[in-house]
């Protein structure tokens, strides 16, 4: 066999050849089907002409080989490295030419055909998504390549098959002329990723068809059309349908819509095959400025889903995929942008079943074109828009059969040009049933929606209210944010006021979180590797950590509070008053599927729990609820109750109980803790006892409380910044941790100013203040006692020219021995002050390990919010105010300087911070900072704790 020269192909900027034309996707038929998914024989080359195609003819000796899994990423199961970048190309640009040094993986697999596979008839090989470009034999016959590493790509085979020892041979190179319209802001990881499967195609069968499942709400009719390229019959038993393909029916129908997936069980028959159908009677439309299905408009609730698994890379089962399905719709999450290519096909099986808008991407991404001005962009290069309208058209046929899509997306991030335009004209040509979606179109010439990224507040109001100007019509068309509230480490901040906004302003219809999960790779020595930790020479450090789950799939605690924001129910009320207000917030579902209870709580105790009787209020409607009367004989104290909405009656995506919605209603206000100062302070011996507390006489350091030793007891205003804090390095607006470091907060210094034993007191001046820098806090810390408790009263102001706000504001100790902790007050998770939605007012334990959340870059976590009191290692501390309460075995400083999870090694002391005040965390690390309102300023502020010893406080008051 002669020697093949691969640079043409690999960089002919076509879509491949060879390849049959794309056709609708279906799992399932009653034509035999053989899965060539498996273990395949393998060999890695450094670059594309390397090694001569020999090795595709039958008979070749493999057996030298290593062996790799497919689905999969060869870099992935230890035959080179995967490299993340953001946006720029890890090669030289300049298009369509790509490096000599481009890794080729040939892959082999010896199949025989199954018993009974029928002798008459043709056959399809399928690849379902391979990365970047492959060459495929069959037989030793050349079958053509393709590009497009996300869409799928069928051969003819049947005449070339045998009855065993069928030769598969694939040829895939990392680089190819098509990577430059994949530049999609993850790792870079050739292979076969998704199913091979050979397809017997009988005579008579299905060649392709398009389900149109039409709703009109004014009539409740739905109506079906079928048309397929083989003539045959469409059969739905429960609606009483068999009709020809082609032919029209309408019949009463209950339609689809992600609250609702009713769907239909159907059979499309032709002379040689029966094709399962499922099928979603809905429509879709731009109707008063506003994205409506079945004439009501939606309001989305969103996440940006890449496709990742820590250990398979894109290479996910169904479980996965079922499993990322069920944990979006129990987070109360109703629509996936599929960012940025279409999904395994699978996953839209599961959008349909369970109920999930879907925006369905296109394979494309130039955003690396930007470090250029957008020169020889790709997508104004008329050479490439026959690849740009291939990807186009092996998306929408492929899924146009899905009633969970219901816009298109012409891609992410790839500028502007004349090859969107044309794929924007072909898709409408063959699909007017849905809208189409283009972030990158500013002026909404090719689209049916107005989509931004990371817009902030402000411009997000000034568009809900018509105020945003720009084309007329972009002007006439509703938001969608397509990319907001940035989910990387400890965040994002601020979704309880985009969703305000959304609530307040129609033509605010939603946005998707950025993102879904974080693309850690599962690391023995890291934990979890991301950009950079593979040497590779460029890439983008945990910017690809970014997710709402973390890399195992755990919520983070940026899901839990996206779920509570965007409950479907809201609960409100007065607690006084004895009422508590219920709106449904659903856009087509009424509330009879839950159910709903009260619990009365002093304290964070339960007092008495029960029933609540809730009408069936339709979408949109409101009811006051009368609450009962306060359980006889509750003990004096804060009251609050607590109102839940649970599922009734256990469904497909979550078990009966599960709770959808929350809220509480204040009833009694807190009792703030006192202390009053009647034990003096006895000097002795180099020590000056108070009350229960021992102190250091020459400078007024706490040593003992209780007998319990505390350890350097001392103002704090750093954090380990998060990545939030950090920001991202293309960003103009100012980024708080550098402007923190830049300004010394890292390395404060603590200045014994005073330390004066009064009558009643012991008052010790300091001043911290940064190494370099005028600026300070003038700090006093007064300590009373009542001779069984102790009080702390921390008294700062700013002194010189702050111009920044402060991290924290409170004080930090450690702790020789503390296990666990029990508090009062927000949780049971972290809470920051604009994530502080999911934060539940009650009483919680913990080990002081599991207060720790698991950012894949560490950084400032596990703080409690508005903690009444805490308890551990042996003391208990009360605020005045509420404070956040963090407590870890390692120092902040230590935290600050970890790189991975691994990098943490516990200590023998536990180091308790209680702040006053922490700075909000926005989502800066691509989004907007947080709002003014969450600004920690450096300005005078006074907060007290109070402490005593566990063993001598009374059962009754904890």
């Known amino acids: 066999m002669s020697v093949t020269t691969t640079t043409e192909y690999v960089e002919d900027v076509s879509p491949g050849s060879g390849a049959l034309p794309p056709r609708a996707w279906y799992a399932s038929s009653d034509a035999p089907s053989l899965s060539l998914n498996g273990t395949w024989r393998f060999r890695l080359s450094d670059t594309a002409d390397a090694e001569d195609d020999s090795f595709a003819a039958p008979g070749y000796d493999a057996g030298g080989w290593p062996e790799v899994s497919v689905p999969g990423h060869w870099v992935l199961q230890g035959h080179g ?81 045998e009855p065993a020892g069928n030769v598969l041979a694939v040829r895939v190179h990392q680089w190819s002329a098509g990577s430059y319209l994949e530049d999609q802001d993850q790792w870079w990881l050739p292979g076969i990723f998704r199913d091979v499967t050979l397809l017997h195609r009988p005579a008579g069968c299905v060649l392709d068809f398009f389900v149109h499942a039409s709703y009109d709400h004014t009539t409740g009719a739905g109506t079906l059309r079928v048309d397929s390229d083989t003539d045959g019959r469409v059969s739905v038993p429960e609606l009483g349908i068999d009709v020809p393909t082609g032919e029209p029916v309408t019949v009463p129908v209950q339609p689809w819509s992600a609250e609702t997936p009713r769907l239909y069980e159907g059979v499309l028959a032709t002379e040689g095959e029966r094709v399962p159908l499922r099928i979603g009677f809905r429509t879709v439309e731009l109707s008063d400025g506003l994205i409506k299905v079945n004439g009501t408009a939606v309001l989305f609730k969103g996440v940006n889903r890449h496709e990742w698994h820590p250990e398979r890379g894109r290479a996910l089962d169904l479980a996965t995929m079922r499993e990322d399905v069920l944990l979006m719709k129990r987070h109360n999450i ?41 020169r020889d962009n790709p997508v104004d290069d008329d050479r490439w828009t026959p690849a740009l309208l291939d990807r186009a058209a092996r998306m929408v046929e492929r899924d146009k059969n899905h009633p969970s899509v219901v816009m298109w997306s012409l891609g992410n991030e790839a500028g502007t040009g004349r090859g969107l335009t044309a794929m924007a004209e072909w898709i409408r040509d063959r699909d007017a049933s849905r809208l189409l979606h283009y972030e990158g179109d500013a002026d909404c010439r090719d689209t049916d929606v107005y989509s931004r990224m990371y817009a902030s507040h402000a411009e997000v109001e000034r568009i809900g209210r018509g105020l945003d100007g720009g084309p007329r019509r ?246 380990a910044t998060t990545d939030n804090d950090d920001g991202a390095a293309w960003q103009s607006d100012p980024r708080y941790g550098p402007l923190w470091r830049k300004l010394g907060l890292h390395r404060m210094r603590h200045r014994l100013d005073a330390v004066a034993a009064g009558e009643d007191a012991l008052t010790v001046r300091t001043r911290v203040a940064p190494a370099a820098r005028e600026t300070g806090l003038a700090t006093v810390y007064r300590w009373t006692s009542d001779g069984d408790r102790l009080r702390l009263t921390v008294s700062t102001a700013p002194d010189g020219d702050w111009t920044v706000p402060l991290p924290r504001l409170g004080i930090r100790f450690g702790l020789r021995a503390a296990d666990r902790v029990r508090w009062y007050g927000g949780g049971p998770g972290e809470a920051y002050p604009d994530t502080r939605a999911a934060a539940l007012t009650g009483r919680w334990e913990a080990a002081v390990d599991d207060l720790q959340t698991p950012y894949v870059r560490p950084q400032e976590n596990g703080a409690r919010i508005d903690v009444r009191w805490a308890e551990l290692g042996g003391l208990r501390i009360e605020g005045d105010p509420a404070f956040f309460l963090t407590a870890r075995r390692w120092t902040t400083e230590q935290l600050d300087a970890a790189a991975h999870r691994t990098d943490l090694v516990p200590g023998d002391t536990v180091w308790v911070n209680l702040d006053h005040g922490q700075h909000g965390i926005g989502s800066q690390s691509c989004g907007p900072a947080p709002l003014p309102r969450y600004h920690l300023r450096a300005q005078p502020a006074k907060f007290s704790f109070v402490f005593s010893a566990i063993d001598s406080v009374s059962p009754t008051t904890l």
């Open 81 to 161: 490295s995967p490299i993340y970048t953001n946006h720029l190309y890890p090669f030289p640009v300049d298009p369509p030419r790509v490096p000599t040094e481009n890794p080729t993986g040939d892959h082999l697999r010896v199949f025989d055909l199954p018993d009974g596979w029928p002798a008459d008839g043709g056959a399809v090989l399928r690849f379902d998504g391979v990365e970047s470009c492959a060459r495929v034999w069959l037989n030793g016959t050349d079958l053509g390549e393709f590009k497009g590493s996300r869409l799928p790509h069928e051969f003819a085979v049947g005449h070339l098959l």
């Open 334 to 374: 109703n629509a996936v942008r599929t960012s940025h290519y279409p999904p395994h096909p699978a996953f839209l099986d599961l959008c349909d079943e369970f109920g999930l808008w879907v925006i369905d991407e296109c394979d494309l991404e130039t955003h690396g074109f930007t470090e250029q001005g957008w």
């Open 474 to 719: 972009r002007r006439e068309l509703p938001l969608i944010l397509c990319e907001y509230a940035h989910a990387m480490g400890n965040g994002p901040g601020g979704l309880a006021d985009y969703q305000r906004l959304f609530r307040s302003y129609d033509r605010l219809q939603g946005g998707f979180v950025w993102e879904w999960i974080d693309h850690g790779i599962a690391h023995p020595g890291l934990g979890y590797a991301y950009g950079g930790d593979f040497g590779e020479e460029l890439h983008d450090g945990n910017f690809v950590c970014d997710g709402l789950l973390f890399p195992d799939r755990r919520p983070s605690p940026g899901l839990i509070e996206y779920k509570k924001v965007i409950e479907p129910v809201t609960l409100t009320g007065d607690g006084r008053a004895g009422t508590v207000r219920i709106t449904n917030g659903y856009d087509f579902a009424d509330l009879s599927e839950l159910a709903f209870s009260w619990s009365y709580e002093v304290e964070g105790e339960p007092v008495q729990e029960g029933t609540l009787s809730v009408p069936a209020l339709a979408p949109g409607e409101s009811a006051e609820v009368k609450l009962p009367a306060v359980p006889a004989g509750a003990p004096a104290g804060e009251a609050l109750w607590t109102v839940r909405a649970r599922l009734a009656a256990g469904t497909a995506w979550a078990p009966a109980g599960h709770v959808v919605a929350w809220g509480q209603v204040p009833v009694t206000e807190r009792r703030v803790p006192s202390v009053a100062a009647t034990a003096r302070p006895v000097p002795g011996d180099g020590m000056i006892t108070l009350g229960p507390a021992t102190f250091d006489a020459r400078t007024g350091a706490v040593r003992t409380i209780g007998g319990v030793p505390v350890t350097e007891l001392r103002l704090d205003v750093w954090r």
